[in-house]
């Protein structure tokens, strides 16, 4: 990815961070997913909401320039020759639409954590604006950047399982297995504002991991949802926010899924896994043994298909560094979704069009379809019946 980039720009991808310093669990993950592939530079951020802490976590992570606040950087960078390029975004949901509108009005690429926004209208916003723009918007659904999820993908499309007939997947965590906001003294900053409606949206269980689910089951199959049943709320007695979401879902093509999210599942650790099956036969797929896909058929036994293999698919094994038997899990699949937007970046600043397979890393308006997934869930939920996902 570093040759595809710099064969187009002559150089790296200069990029900004908004937030991720300090005590942030994404924040580390993001700038080290940057810098996997050797496709940007990081020459300036703006860390913090706090100017004062904004300046002191900037000089500690040894940034070229740091900023006290979001204006000042994006006015002190047009300046420079070697101002950045883009920006990304690891600030809190409530923050993301409003850093995101200054970046591309200011004509800046972006890389935004998920979800979006807290809301669909704002995120139809973002989507219309960077397309007006003609802007790069990429969002981190980093489970996308697996490469056997990428392989599954392609089994999909190429007909390999024959019509689809069933989808599932679920994503299971033990954070709010206990009650944690009887000690909110006790609480780390980020579970606190994940917490609160007003800062991590009005279902924090569906917009923390349930955008995911729904991002991968939409990636790999490659049909949306169209409608739910969906029972969203609290597993754990007493709690105000949701924790907890079981979802009947009809895709297109009339292929029949599920989705269960949880973050009260005490003991799990990240438990994420997809299934898929047609009339051909299935796939299994889980992120403990992520660099593995199991492909199933009648009467036959298994096949494991592993990740590096040169008889996977390219969108597969390009998505690979090291042979098969080295492991690679989280952070080269987040560096993935950095990589392919640097690539879309670099496309675009050069005039290119863009590469196709790059051109698949899910965007704003991937983000908004998320959003409009929690709406119709949380109707669902209200209505107790069938509630149709309003269509993008």
């Known amino acids: 990815m570093h040759a595809a980039v710099t064969g187009l720009l002559g150089r790296r991808v200069r990029l900004g961070l908004v937030g991720g310093g300090g005590a942030s669990l994404i924040g580390p993950v993001h700038r080290v997913a940057a810098r996997f592939d050797d496709c940007f530079e990081i020459v300036a951020g703006m860390l913090s909401s706090k100017p004062e802490k904004a300046l002191a976590e900037a ?27 883009a920006v990304a975004i690891m600030t809190p949901n409530d923050s993301h639409e409003h850093h ?3 970046a591309l009005a200011a004509g800046l690429d972006v890389i935004c954590d998920k979800p979006l926004t807290n809301d669909l209208p704002s995120a139809l916003k973002l989507v219309e604006n960077a397309r007006s723009r003609g802007l790069v918007f990429c969002l981190t659904h980093n489970y996308s950047g697996y490469p056997m999820i990428r392989e599954a993908r392609c089994a999909v499309a190429e007909n390999e399982l024959g019509p689809l007939r069933v989808a599932t997947v679920s994503y299971v965590q033990g954070s709010l297995g206990t009650r944690v906001e009887d000690k909110p003294e006790a609480m780390l900053e980020r579970t606190r504002w994940r917490l609160d409606p007003a800062r991590g949206g009005l279902s924090h269980v569906m917009g923390d991991i349930g955008t995911h ?5 939409s990636f790999v199959t490659g049909r949306k949802v169209e409608a739910v049943l969906a029972d969203v709320g609290a ?5 105000e926010t949701h924790d907890t979401a079981s979802v009947i879902l009809r895709l297109e093509g009339g292929v029949r899924g599920m989705m269960f999210a949880t973050k009260a599942a005490t003991g799990a650790e990240n438990a994420m896994s997809l299934e898929v099956y047609g009339e051909a036969g299935g796939l299994h797929w889980a ?9 199933m058929r009648n009467a036959r036994p298994a ?5 590096g293999l040169p008889t996977l698919h390219e969108y597969s094994r390009r998505a690979a560094r090291i042979p098969p038997g080295h492991p690679e899990a989280f952070f080269e699949a987040f560096a993935n979704i950095y990589s392919d937007f640097a690539v879309l970046v670099a496309a675009r600043r050069a005039g290119k069009a863009p590469d196709p397979f790059a051109a698949l890393a899910p965007t704003a308006a991937d983000g908004a379809e998320g959003l409009a997934f929690i709406d119709a869930c949380l109707e669902s939920t209200a209505s107790g019946t069938w509630a149709k996902v309003r269509q993008l």
């Open 59 to 85: 000089q500690a992570l040894g940034l070229p320039r740091g900023y006290a606040d979001m204006a000042t950087m994006l006015a002190e960078e047009a300046k420079r020759p070697d101002g950045i390029d």
């Open 100 to 102: 995101a509108e200054m």
């Open 213 to 217: 689910a729904h991002q991968l089951l």
């Open 235 to 239: 597993a754990m007695p007493g709690r």
């Open 287 to 295: 992120q403990v043994a992520a660099n593995e896909l199991r492909v």
């Open 303 to 307: 096949e494991i298909r592993t990740r």
